[in-house]
C-alpha cells in the first residue's frame, strides 16, 4: 500500500471518543485508508452492496441490533465501520443513539462518498459528537516529482507527518502525465493502458449512475450535455446563462447541476478575492472540477501528451488551483480565492491565511522575467502590509528572484 498524507493524522485521531464520519469523492481511497488503520477485528458494513443497503433501509432497527450483539471488551472498543453510509440515512440516526447510550460502548466509523442525499433529507450528521474528515485525491506530497528538488520556499508548505516524506510514495510523474490522467489513486497506481478506461468509468459509474440514483434529473439528455460543457469550462469564471444554453435547460436547473456535482465531492468554487481596493474587480467565482482526469473523462477528452500540449496553460493553471485547494482543506485554515478586473488585470489564485495573502501566478513558461510578475507587482504594492511574498509557479529549473518579493517557483517546489 502507498503512503496517504492523511493516514497518521487520521491514525491520531480514530483513538478520540467520537463517532468519525469521513468524506470524499468514489477512488480517493477511502475505505482502503480506514481499512489499513483499523483492526481485524472491525464490524464492517458495506452499504455499496445493494443487498446489504437494502436490507438495512427496510429494517433501520437491524444495525443497532447487530452492533448490541459485540461482545463489550473493556481494553479497547469494538470498531465498527460503515462505509458509503449517506445511501441509508437513518443509519446516522442509528449510530447517535448508540453513541448516546454508552459513549465509550463502540467507536464508529462512517464513510461517505456524497453529501447530498444528507442535505436535502436533513439527515442527522451528528453535531456535537463527531469529527469530521475529508479524503482527497494525491497531492504533490504523496506523489513527489522524478528527480531531485532545488531548495525553496512553498506559497504553502505542507510538511510529509513526522517524517521527510512518504516511504512507498505513488509513482512519480512528469508533469504532462499529471495534467493528463489526474490524481485518483487508482489511476496512478494502474498501467498507463489502463487510465483511460478507469477514468471513463468514473465518469459513466460515479457521476452518471450516482446522480441519476441520488438525485431526481428529469432529463438526464441535458445533464449530460451540461457536464460535459462544465468540463469543458472547468477552470473558467461561472457564466450560468452560457452554461444554460450550451445544455438547453434554465439557470435555476444549471445552478442546481453544480451543487450535485459539489455535494459529491467531484467540484469546488474558487470565490472572487474580495479585499482588493479596486472598484472594477469581478465578483463572480470559478469552478474547479477536483481532478484534471475526470474533468478530462467528463468532457469526452481522450487523455493524452499530445492533448495537454495543444494548450498546456490553462491546464497548469487548473493543476496547481486543484493542488493549492486540496492543502487548504487538510489544513482546515484559510481560503483560496481569485482576482480578476473587467479590464482583463488578473492574479490567478490568492491565498489567504490569517490576515496574510499569497498571491501566486501561474505561467507554462520556462524562463520567467519581469513582465510575468506586473500583475504580482500591483497586487503587492496596494497589500503591501499584508503580502510577505508573491510567486510565479511555472516550468523553470531552479528558482528565481525575479524581483522583490517575487519569487519564480518550479512546479516541482509547489
Known sequence: MFDRWYAQTLRRKLKR????????ARQTGKSTLVGSLLPADTLRVDLSDP????????????????????????????????????????????VQHLYDSEKTRWRFVLCGSSARKLRTTGANLLPGRCFL????????????????????????????????????????WPLETRLAHGALPGVVAADAEDRPDILRAFTTVHLEEELRRETQIRDYGVFLRFLR???????????????????????????????????????????????????????????????????????????????????????????????????LQYLGNGQLTYLRTRDGAEIDFVIE?????????????????????????????????????G????????PQLIEDRVLALPWQCL
Open 229 to 327: 460543457f462544465a468540463a469543458l469550462e472547468s477552470g473558467q469564471i461561472l457564466n450560468y446563462s452560457a452554461v444554460s444554453q450550451e445544455a438547453g435547460a434554465t439557470a435555476h436547473t444549471v445552478k442546481g447541476y453544480y451543487q450535485m456535482l459539489e455535494d459529491m465531492f467531484v467540484g469546488f468554487h474558487v470565490p472572487a478575492f474580495s479585499g482588493s481596493p479596486r472598484k472594477n474587480v469581478l465578483s463572480t467565482s470559478r469552478f474547479y472540477f477536483f481532478d484534471l482526469g475526470v474533468r478530462h473523462a467528463a468532457a469526452g477528452l481522450a487523455p493524452s501528451t499530445d492533448m495537454i500540449l495543444g494548450n498546456p496553460g490553462p491546464l497548469f493553471e487548473q493543476w496547481v488551483g486543484i493542488e493549492l485547494w486540496k492543502r
Open 353 to 389: 491565511q490569517q490576515g496574510q495573502l499569497t498571491p501566486v501566478e501561474v505561467k507554462w513558461t520556462e524562463h520567467p522575467g519581469p513582465s510575468d510578475a506586473r500583475h504580482l507587482r500591483r497586487f503587492i504594492r496596494e497589500h503591501r502590509d499584508q503580502v510577505t511574498a
Open 17 to 24: 471518543p467520537f463517532v468519525h464520519i469521513l468524506f470524499g
Open 133 to 172: 474528515h475529508r479524503l482527497f485525491p494525491l497531492i504533490l506530497a504523496e506523489q513527489p516529482p522524478p528527480g531531485p528538488l532545488p531548495r525553496a520556499e512553498s506559497p504553502l508548505p505542507l510538511a510529509w507527518p513526522g517524517a521527510t516524506g512518504p516511504a512507498k510514495p505513488f509513482p512519480k
Open 51 to 94: 443487498a446489504v443497503r437494502a436490507r438495512h433501509a427496510a429494517d433501520p432497527g437491524e444495525f443497532a441490533r447487530i452492533c448490541r450483539a459485540i461482545p463489550a471488551v473493556s481494553a479497547a472498543p469494538p470498531v465498527v465501520f460503515v462505509d458509503e453510509a449517506q445511501t441509508v440515512p437513518s443509519l446516522f440516526d442509528a
Open 391 to 398: 510567486y510565479i509557479v511555472c516550468r523553470c529549473p531552479t
